[in-house]
């Protein structure tokens, strides 16, 4: 699933390729992602203008010179791609935008659970939970104090807190046994169990992990005018690495799955707390 730094690798990539760029000509492949119509798409992107691309949590936020927003949710499987027009269209191939000058944008999603909206930039707030949701990690308002308050509104496992959106958006399964091994916290130590600084320093890794990856995942996804993105995450130094040596302390990485999610962590550096 894209997180934050596969998201904000996207975003940067194409904010730098496809602002003042118009559409020349649009296909709506697969009706089933198209939250807000193929027809649209079809019909009212051609002759419009790529804008700044913003991102909101899990969102990729095409501006339009219309005034609209084309809003992508990728959820587990969708995958951007910007190439030639003649590369060949990869299969489950959901949109594909035809950009004046030469290059095609495209979204393909295996598993078609992506979501694509096409809203005015003032009904955002029409997308369901956009308004329920928490701030997004990377929001600049949301400093150590405001997280700390926030977190301590939940409750349950630690990892499972910090993937729910209500809190705060942006983290996955992924990058949160980053987070943690990062904080040299427990998956599974009940939120309540944590104290202050605890809870601080997860913030403080949090923001850090994803300025770590940030770059390394732009290095995979992005050659030269081309994004192809695959999700490779061979960085990775605790997620799905299990068997393997801490690259901190060189004890053997634990991995556990339980409802189809894998948590990978180091016991010596994330011990369980006392009772
Ligand atoms: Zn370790």
Redesign the pocket.
Known sequence: MPEIPELEAIRGFFNEHLPGRAIAEAEARIPVVFRTGAAAIRETLPGDTFGAVGRHGKFLLFGLGSGRVLAINPMLTGRFQYVEATTKLAAKTCLRLEIAGGRSFRYRDDRLMGKIYLVGSDQLGLIPNWTENGPDLLDPALDEGRWLARIKKYRGQIKSVLTRAEFVQGIGNAYADEILWEAKINPYVPRTKLDDEQLRELFRSARAVMAWAAPLVRANMVKGETLDYEERREFMRVHRLGGKA?P??G?TISEITANQRITSF?R??QPELPA
């Open positions: 801490c901190r302390c004890a180091c010596t550096c």
